[in-house]
């Protein structure tokens, strides 16, 4: 059986997304602004869960139709067969996303699709399942454009970008799947000296790390934290049969040419502790150093790193006076170095003195950012 999937991810990213789906089988695929549809049966859905770096989940496609009003929502919500998705002892959790809707309250949407949802089982078994805001076993995502609703089933559960190794945590992290899905956009390769030198919680670290190894992102879940393995089309014997595909391509562990810095200990300390809970801290060497100092641990590699915006004013001043030291930085120690810089501060390549070979356009969140080229050579490069 084939069925309609979608799979959300940061955008810029949406061509590397399509790339992993056409690898794990699926079918009819199309980008759109913040995410990928495709077909495929359910071995598809197990592999890009399990293997997908770039999708922040996958949803499994129920129904879809016009609307004008609240009831129109209902209608199409009660149109859908729920008790073959899932049992009345599933909890659920109604999730709302709308794009210019002509609705006054989508708090009102949401518990007219609960309704709907309850009101199924209800006709049908005499019992409704429990909603659960918090930790719900089954999540139903309803996305609204101006005249559209379309329901899903959420097949993930918790974000793929939880990787499930990253217990050390700091303040804005990058997500797993955007750095990830940078390093494939500037072009490092498994094998390629990679630097971050403001590796924070490690997770250019980490994500170039699994992909030298071969390691699927969604390997250290643990049993029962995919969603799809909550629905009653969940076959366990296929998800064993990938997983167990997927484990014997993994490559040996060996010392890998990625290092971190970064000069607060805590973060070092941090990005040590994940690395250790993910099997990796004997492969990627991490350090206590400041990047102005700092000298490149090999004559040519990728730089990396996502260094601070400057949101607020004190902040925009100090980034001033940085940049400059950076650019000079750089020249006298990483000549042959590639060194790329996320960031939404569209006075860096000026300040750092130094001329962008390649400005690559992308989302953190909300906020528009571009990753910045920096091709580093001996003697001037201003």
């Not at 969604?218 to 995919?226: A, V, Y």
């Amino acid at each position: 059986m084939r069925y309609q999937y979608f799979a959300p991810c940061p955008r810029g990213l949406e061509a590397l997304l399509a790339e992993e789906l056409a690898v794990a089988g699926a079918i009819d695929i199309r980008q759109t602004a913040g995410g990928v549809e495709f077909a495929g049966d359910l071995a598809c859905c197990y592999r890009v869960n399990l293997e997908s770096r770039i999708a922040t989940r996958v949803l499994w496609r129920q129904a879809s139709g016009d609307y004008s009003s609240e009831d129109d929502i209902y209608r199409l919500a009660r149109s859908v067969d729920w008790l073959r998705r899932f049992s009345v002892e599933r909890s659920i959790r109604i999730y709302v996303t709308a794009q210019r809707v002509p609705l006054k309250s989508l708090e009102f949407v949401t518990l007219r699709v609960k309704d709907a949802v309850c009101d199924v089982f209800r006709d049908a078994c005499g019992r409704r399942p429990n909603v659960d805001t918090k930790a719900p076993d089954v999540r139903i995502h309803l996305f609204l454009t101006e005249q559209r609703a379309t329901l899903y089933l959420d097949t993930s559960g918790e974000p793929l970008w939880q990787r499930g190794h990253k217990i050390a945590k700091i303040e804005a992290p990058l997500k797993e799947n955007l750095a990830a899905g940078i390093l494939r956009l500037i072009g490092w390769q498994p094998g390629t000296p990679l630097l971050d030198p403001m590796c924070g919680s490690g997770t250019f670290l980490l994500e170039a790390a699994q992909m030298s190894l071969g390691d699927p992102s969604g390997i250290n879940r643990e049993p029962g934290q995919f969603a799809f393995e909550r629905l009653l089309s969940f076959k366990p014997e296929l998800w064993r049969e990938l997983q167990k595909s997927a484990v014997a391509a993994r490559l040996p562990a060996a010392q890998l040419p990625i290092w971190g810095s970064d000069r607060s200990a805590d973060a070092v300390a941090r990005a040590q502790q994940n690395l250790a809970h993910a099997g990796l801290d004997d492969l990627v060497t991490v350090q206590c150093a400041d990047l102005l100092t700092l000298t490149a641990p090999a004559p040519s590699g990728v730089l990396v790193c996502n260094p601070p915006y400057g949101e607020r004013l004190g902040e925009l001043d100090e980034l001033a006076a940085f940049y400059p030291k950076l650019g000079d930085a750089l020249k006298r120690r990483f000549a042959g170095w590639d060194c790329w810089f996320l960031s939404a501060d569209t006075r860096l390549p000026k300040l750092i003195g130094l001329k962008p070979m390649r400005k690559i356009p992308i989302f953190n969140g909300p906020l528009e950012c571009r990753i910045y080229g920096f091709r580093m050579v001996g003697g001037s490069n201003r």
